[in-house]
């Protein structure tokens, strides 16, 4: 049951583990839109925006959302593009597998934050990859790297 007591548990998973697992996210896909030589903004939360590093904006509400903006997706090949929307699943996939990896070689401690870590990894890839679309022109990665399968058939 959930006391006053798991509060500090709740605030780290909440306030950095969470922010953490979708920053790996979008380094996913911001990696291989680089990789391909193309042009895309890391968007880290929402609210108003306290500073930018590069092609990186860094909002207040930071625990909220993230987001990576593909300029021009449409112009690139199927498979680029179905690379890059599966990027962002693919980097957490890699997170859970070294999590786990440096626990087993005794590296990391058997801890309820990296058992969290993962929970929250599986928890984005899980949503990532449900095609459905999170609001106006903003699908999931599944429903993106299907309709750019089907419009690749379609246009054939």
Known sequence: MFSWDDLDTFAIAFFVLLPIVAFIHVVGHK???????????????RGVKLFQLGSIHFHVLYFID??????????????????IYAGGILFNLIAIVVVNFLIIQGILPKSHIFYQFVYFSVYYIFFA????????????????????????????
């Not at 990696?31 to 939360?45: A, H, N, S, T």
């Not at 993230?66 to 199927?78: D, I, R, V």
Request: charged share 25%; aromatic share 14%.
């Open 129 to 156: 990859i449900i095609p459905c679309d999170y609001g106006e022109n903003n699908p999931s990665d599944g429903k993106s790297i299907y309709l750019a399968w089907k419009n690749h058939y379609k246009n054939r």
């Open 66 to 83: 993230s987001a990576c903006n593909l300029q021009g997706m449409e112009k690139e090949k199927t498979w680029k593009q179905i690379v």
């Open 31 to 45: 990696f291989f839109i680089w990789i391909f030589g193309e042009q895309g903004d890391l968007i880290i939360g």
